[in-house]
Structures are given as structure tokens and as C-alpha cells.
């Protein structure tokens, strides 16, 4: 009796606490890295919650099931391994498997079937860390969706991948999401007959690119719920302050690769568990034509994503409904506008005519024309336009981008179509801590590269937002996705739209980031000379109270040459010290303060590098 009522209390404790249900899918060459995410989990887990730990497997070794339990003896976390083996042996046929991928990426397509007991729960790679309370994903309301979801941000950036989400998985590339972290209301998944559904569309097709990711999406599109972003945050472009979640997506590993953002959160885990020597050396002796080929793949990839867009009438055809093929034409220009082939960027006579344009320019005093024909443009409005990139597939979009780009210059860098020679006053830049307008001669598509390199390095947790001409901000192909997406704001002849860039300007700089300037208004192609700057950056700073930071480009003659026949330059960046507003000055007279400044500081750094006057032909001819 006493017995009995001594054990009674203690159950009814125990059913009382909330259970998270958490899936992994694995096999023995992933349990290193599921240890480590398990230990992010444990590490940041509460008492009062019963976390059970399924190991999805079709066949783990003892000694794998014993480094997973030894990760943690807490009592509230309960591991169950499920050895799936028998219910994936007949399908294996249809499960279409890819490099990384193995039949265990499959797994989670069947899980809610598998468990009819449970209603709701998480899947998670085991590329991944997790610095919050993974219950709190857990907690998340659902209502009718039958999954949570974070936007892939890895697709935003190519154009292939763009195009085959768009062509072959019929949704919308902003709504694609990433698979490696679900929410699944397992409830309405098996309501909704997710499985039979799964496996009668691999009855027709096998998508060749993300596989099971692409059934997930393709099956459950507009049924899904986007979640915080910061559940499934990757290491690419900017970075993101406090994420919940870090996932190592793709070739993003780093126990393969060095200098993966985040990486720290990784190695900080792997250490606890006494991983993170193995792992390192491995890591180091990993030749260095297999890393490289992480990086082929990824154009393979874009390659397979293309032939895959040709087969979509074909092979692709019995899958799409009427609406699917109604809504793909209506997205055709898309494709168009993020094509690769139309870079508009001038050829040898193009640029010889150029070259002499620029001078007609400089004797007429044109300064602040352009002289490259660039394609026509409509007036942007404010419609659609996310000046500071707040909504989630903005932000990831703009990830994407700026992550993009620097793998896109430093290639260019690699393959010496671009040259650095360095830097000068690099402490200018680091001692200012406070936001800033930054300017810059502007002479190259390319000239931001040597400052955003820089800036990346010594203002790790500010941004670096720059203002772009609305001709730009519309301009096609590659380049006019980085104008878009790098942390740009446009400046337009639509007058709300101004209003908004203007407001957006006053947050990012009062909120301690910088803004890239191209103060002289105009691109001449490899002019070395400053041209005079207009006052519009210099009345931000003033308004803003914040320093002005000149930047200047001085560049050499190489002995190689371009695709056209002319020189590649070799670039020097002089960062100059910074020139703050006066307090006995009003705005406006501290405008044409910081302007007098900066364009001295600009004429001196000419003067001392080339060993010459700045003169214009302008003035010569008066």
C-alpha cells in the first residue's frame, strides 16, 4: 500500500512534463556529427521537459547506439533507435539516390506513418548546432500547416536553381524551403495521406537536384507555416546576429573546409565532446583537390538543375496540374532577368569608344554623366522594394547574395581578373565606432570588391549598406542581382520611393552601420583621376552627425590583359581618416564642410601616388 502510493505521485509527475519528440536520420559515418548536434541540444535543454531522441536507421553498429547515449545521462532524455531496414528494403528501387545523398535522406518522408502515436514533431539534420532551447521550436502553433519551415536560401542566389524550382518544382523560389529543419504536425500530415502521396508521385518522377527536399515541397506547397529564420540559420553572406540554430548546409561543412562562418559554434561543441582534434586533423588531411571538388559539384549541380528545366514538358509533364502550368508561364520573366548569358558589360570597341567619351566628358566638364550606353530601365516605385531587408526571404535572399558575390570576385581574384595590391589606413576604418558614411571613387562594376573584403574583416558585426542609381537597381543579368540584393538602397525619381530611402538611410546610420557613397554620381571606366563629388552623401552624414570615412582607388598598369586586349589593373585601397562634423556648424554648412574635406583628402592621395597635379582638361582649356 505504502509502496504503491510512494510510486503513483512520482508517475504522475513524470507524464505531467512536456515531451519533444526530436528525429534524427543517420547512418555510422554521420554519428560524429549527430553526437555534436545532440550536445548542442542537451546543452541548452530544460528540467522540466522529457526530450525523446529517435535515431532513424537502417542498421547503426553498437558502438555508434553507445557514443550516441554517451553524449548525456540526464534523466529527461530518452533515446529510442528504430531500425527501419525492412520498410525501406522495398522501396529502395524507387528512393533515387545522389552523391551525399543516401537512402536515410528518405527517412523523414515516412515518419508520421511510422509513428501514428505521435502528433507533432521535430526533424533535424545532423550538420547543424543548435544554441536555443529546440523546445521552443517545438512550441511553435502550427494551426491547420502541416509543416514549420525557414526558405532555402541556397537556391535564392543562382539562377539555375532559381529556374528549376521555379520550372520543375512549380513554386515560387522565395517559398522553396530547406528541409534539414521540419516542424511536422504529424497529425495532419497522416490526415492528409502524406505517404501514399510521396510514393505515388515517385511512382512517376525521381527529381534529380534536392530529392526528397523537392517531394516535400512540391507535395505540401501552401500547407507549410515560415517560421523565425533564425531556426535554420546558414554560414553565408552577412551574419546573423544570435541565430538559434546554425545549419551547415551544402559544401558549408567545417570539418571539411576552413573559415565557414560560425565555425566557432562548431569546434566550441566538438571540444566538450573531445572531438574536435580527430576531427581537426582529418580535416587537414584532406587533399586539397577533393575540397575543391565540393566546389565543382555545386556546378554540376547548376548543370543538373538546367537539364532538368529541359525535361519539364516531357518527363515532368503527367505531375503538374493546371494551375502548376498556368503559374510557371506567368513567372517566365523571371528567368530571364537572373540570366547568367546578358552580363551588358562592353567589348574592346565598346570600351575604346568609351575611353574616348570620357574625355569629350572631361573637357566639357560633363563630370557627373555617365558615359556607358546602359540598357533602358522603368522608374522603380516603392512596391516591392525591402529597403533594410526585413522580411525573412529578403533577409535570406540578401544572405545569399552577398555570399554569392564574394565566391564570384574572389574567382575573379583567383583567375587574376581581379588584382589587389592592398591596403593604406586600414586603422582609419577600425577606429571609428560609430556609423559612417563611407565614399569612393567609382571607375569599375568591380571597385566596391577591395572595401567590402576589408570591411568584412575589421566591422565583423556591422553591415555595409551601399546607395545605387535606379537605372542600376533595374539593370539585368548577374550584376543586377548583387545591385539588388548586396545590402543596397536605390535612389529613384519616384518621390515615395525617396522618402523611404531616405528614412532607411537615418536607420542604417543610426544604428552604427555604414553607407557606400559613389559621391562624384557617375562611373568612368578606369579614370584615375577624383571627380568633383555632389553634396547628397555629406547632408546624410551631417543630418546623422556621423563621421565621413574617404576611400580612394589607385591603380597600375599589370602586364596581363582582359578578354578585350586591355591592361588589368591592379588596385590599392587608401583608406583616409575619417572627418567628423563640426558642433558649431548647422547642417548644411557641415555638408559643404565634409565635402571641402573629402575632396582634399582625395586630391592629396592623387597627387602623392600618381606624382602628378590633378589638373582636368576642362580647366585646361579656359
Known sequence: MNNSSAVKPKQKVANSKIKVPVFFTVDDNYIPFMTITLKSIVDHSKKNIIYEIYVIHSGLSVESKRRVKAVTNKKNFVFHFVNVFLKVQNLA?????????????????????????????????????????????????????LLGVVPDGSVQIYPEFIKYVETVIAVD?????????????????????????CFKLLSKVSFKVAQDQDILNFITKGKVKFIDPRWNVMPLGEK?????????????????????????????????????YELYGRMMLIPKEL????????????????????????????????????????RQNLFEELSFKNMNYPHHGERQAILDKIVEYEKAGKFDQDVENDPPYKPITVEGIDFLRKKPHNKFKSAFANWYSFKYF???????????????????LKEVTTGAVITANHFSPFDSIPLHKIFKQVKKNRKLFKIIREGNYSFPGLYGFFMRNCNSIPLASNLEVMRHTLNAIDTVLSRGDYLLVYAEQSMWWNYKKPKPTKLGAFKW??????????????????GALDGEGFPIKAY????????????????????????????????????????????????EDK
Open 240 to 276: 546573423v546576429e544570435d541565430p538559434y540554430l546554425v545549419h551547415y548546409n551544402l559544401i558549408l561543412k567545417p570539418w571539411k573546409h576552413e573559415n565557414i562562418m560560425y565555425e566557432e559554434y562548431f569546434w566550441d561543441v566538438a571540444e566538450k565532446l573531445n572531438l574536435k
Open 93 to 145: 528501387i524507387r528512393l533515387d539516390v545522389r552523391d551525399y545523398y543516401t537512402s536515410s535522406t528518405y527517412y523523414r518522408l515516412f515518419l508520421p506513418d511510422l509513428f501514428p502515436q505521435i502528433s507533432k514533431a521535430i526533424y533535424i539534420d545532423s550538420d547543424i548546432v543548435v544554441r536555443e532551447d529546440i523546445a521552443n521550436l517545438f512550441n511553435i502553433d502550427l494551426e491547420d500547416k
Open 541 to 558: 552624414a551631417s543630418k546623422n552627425n556621423v563621421p565621413v570615412i574617404p576611400t580612394f582607388i589607385t591603380m597600375r598598369d599589370t
Open 173 to 197: 523560389h522565395k517559398e522553396y524551403f530547406n528541409a534539414g529543419v521540419l516542424l511536422m504536425n504529424f497529425k495532419g500530415l497522416r490526415a492528409f495521406k502524406f505517404e501514399q502521396k
Open 410 to 428: 574572389n574567382h575573379l581574384i583567383d583567375k587574376g581578373q581581379i588584382i589587389i595590391d592592398g591596403y593604406e589606413g586600414v586603422h582609419n
Open 572 to 619: 590599392t585601397l587608401h583608406i583616409l581618416p575619417a572627418i567628423y562634423p563640426k558642433s558649431n556648424l548647422s547642417i548644411g554648412e557641415n555638408a559643404l564642410y565634409l565635402k571641402s574635406e573629402n575632396d582634399k583628402a582625395w586630391k592629396e592621395v592623387y597627387e602623392r601616388v600618381y606624382g602628378e597635379k590633378l589638373t582636368y582638361l576642362c580647366n
Open 291 to 330: 575540397k575543391e571538388q565540393d566546389f565543382l559539384g555545386i556546378e554540376m549541380v547548376k548543370k543538373l538543375c538546367l537539364a532538368e528545366v529541359e525535361k519539364v514538358d516531357t518527363y515532368y509533364a503527367p505531375i503538374y496540374s493546371q494551375k502548376d502550368i498556368i503559374e510557371r508561364r506567368n
